[in-house]
């Protein structure tokens, strides 16, 4: 037996299989775009903490992964039979194939944004929070950009699949490529020489379509890129087009003036474990506190609970004077949003976006939150603001292309640009390297001496005792100093407080 190689390659000027590599594309493109979509909801419901949004969800994952399409595709034809109001729809079989192939692909895909949402860092969604983003502005911004580079290896192998899937909507006379085949053999009984050229069609599809989305996916890889640090003269440049933030001169304090911050009877309990044992504080305009302590203290809690990173179980936090955070009631979330605006915040490991360049890091809230003009306004204060931090030079780079100590000061470069009023500092030093954390420190103490209200957790105890108004020692969720730094370094001070905060500073007699 011998292949009729002149009906094989004549097969590839009939119009019929383009028509039909025309629904083929139509129908595996809207297939995949919309069960991507509808895959991308029904992760974000199971992933949810509401058992009413994960359950549906997880029940809807399971069922159609479990039925197969070919099963789908019949029942779907054949609902105009129990509800026949659905015939003028479902008994069209393109449309029916294009239903049944969104659902069964969308309970796959579900899978596939779900293992990249769960890759994108708890600390990313902690940034944006901290940036008084809202929940759709971080799953916008944020969250989906990098999940969707996590799944776009697994997307990009679900679109191949759909292509070949999409041959089992023959069952419902949809004229694609296998019906098209099926109906030329059954005619001329030339099954092999059919069916070989439909499988060219079918690897062809393939190869062109999987080659764009495969440069779509290296236009994405943002590791791959080349590091851009600018010349001298760009930076020059730039410097002369910068705008100055409004905070970048703070306002002198008034006399009579209200408390940046008052802490009242903070508790916070993990379980059983009470993390914050009804702790008082107050803070000033323009004061550096840094608050040390043993590991397990709670200090860094602390700090979060003041941008309701942590929820506090009782007691209240008032900014400047304004209600704020109230413990064991129900939170008013415009006000809240409205007060952490007022709070920069500059995480321990930094929680740059990975996918953005330090420029855009420093530019996105402001964009988001309107508080540039227009774009070009919201850039040249980005560009401020790094030139402030002394990484001009460094704007078009990514977080991956920098030191530890440069993507710290990006951080609080990004802080900055929301115009902040207090600054919290999360032991901003202990991730880096000990050649780099002067640096860091000398952007905060440049802060300080302009005069801006800043609660520092941290181990440097020198730079503690060197920059701050007062030291707030920690220890098993109470304050167990709060005192200025003199205080702490007189010798005469033998009080047992004194004596333990000495001794954690190694600096006992």
């Not at 020489?193 to 599809?205: F, G, K, R």
């Not at 506190?289 to 003041?306: A, D, E, H, Q, Y």
């Not at 990975?354 to 939150?369: D, E, G, I, W």
Request: net charge neutral.
């Amino acid at each position: 037996m011998s292949l009729d190689w002149e009906y094989f390659f004549s097969l590839f000027t009939m119009s019929a299989f383009y028509h039909a590599c025309v629904t083929v594309i139509v129908l595996s493109t809207l297939s995949w775009a919309l069960g991507a979509v509808l895959g991308f909801v029904v992760a974000c419901g199971k992933l949810s903490t509401k058992k009413w949004l994960s359950l549906p969800t997880s029940l809807f994952v399971w069922f159609f992964r479990s039925v197969p399409l070919l099963v789908v595709l019949v029942f779907v034809y054949n609902m105009p039979q129990l509800f026949p109001s659905t015939g003028a729809y479902l008994g069209v079989p393109f449309i029916a194939g294009l239903v049944s192939l969104v659902v069964t692909e969308a309970a796959y895909m579900a899978e596939i944004h779900r293992s990249g949402l769960l890759s994108v860092a708890k600390g990313q969604r902690e940034a944006g929070h901290a940036l008084s983003i809202g929940f759709l502005g971080v799953q916008r911004m944020i969250v989906i950009p990098q999940a969707i580079r996590v799944s776009m290896p697994a997307m990009i192998n679900e679109f191949v699949t759909i292509i070949k899937l999409s041959s089992l909507v023959s069952a419902i006379s949809l004229p694609e490529l296998l019906q098209t085949g099926q109906r030329l053999y059954s005619q001329n009984f030339l099954v092999m020489e059919t069916l070989l050229a439909v499988a060219v069609y079918y690897v062809a599809i393939v190869t062109i379509f999987g080659s764009v989305l495969h440069w779509a996916e290296k236009k994405m890889d943002i590791p791959s890129r080349a590091p851009e640090t600018l010349s001298t003269k760009q930076c020059e440049n730039l410097r002369s087009q910068a705008i100055a933030v409004s905070n970048a001169v703070l306002p002198k304090v008034e006399k009579g003036a209200p408390n940046a911050l008052e802490l009242q009877g903070i508790t916070k309990s993990y379980g059983r474990h009470q993390v914050l044992k009804s702790i008082d504080l107050k803070v000033k305009p323009g004061e550096v506190l840094s608050i040390i302590g043993p590991s397990g203290s709670g200090k860094t809690t602390l700090i979060r609970t003041i941008n309701d990173l942590e929820n506090i179980d009782g007691g209240e936090i008032v900014l400047y004077g304004e209600d704020y955070i109230k413990g064991g009631t129900i939170s008013n979330k415009r006000r809240i949003r409205e007060g952490i605006k007022r709070i920069g915040m500059v995480f321990q490991s930094f929680n740059l976006f990975p996918h953005k360049t330090a420029l855009q890091n420093v530019m996105m809230a402001p964009r988001y939150h309107g508080k540039a003009a227009s774009y070009d306004d919201a850039k040249k204060q980005a560009l401020f603001l790094l030139d402030r931090v002394g990484l001009l030079a460094h704007a078009n780079k990514y977080p991956h292309q920098l030191s530890g100590g440069q993507q710290q000061r990006v951080a609080i470069a990004r802080s900055l640009a929301m115009s902040p009023d207090i600054m919290l500092f999360d032991e901003p030093t202990s991730a880096l390297d000990p050649e780099m954390v002067g640096e860091v420190l000398k952007v905060i103490q440049d802060l300080a001496k302009e005069g801006m209200t800043m609660i520092i957790v941290t181990h440097e105890m020198d730079f503690a005792l060197s920059v701050s108004d007062r030291v707030i020692m920690m220890e098993n969720g109470v304050v167990a100093i709060d005192a200025p730094p003199s205080d702490i370094l007189n010798q005469e001070n033998d009080s047992q407080s004194f004596e333990r905060v000495k001794e954690f500073m190694g600096r006992a007699a």
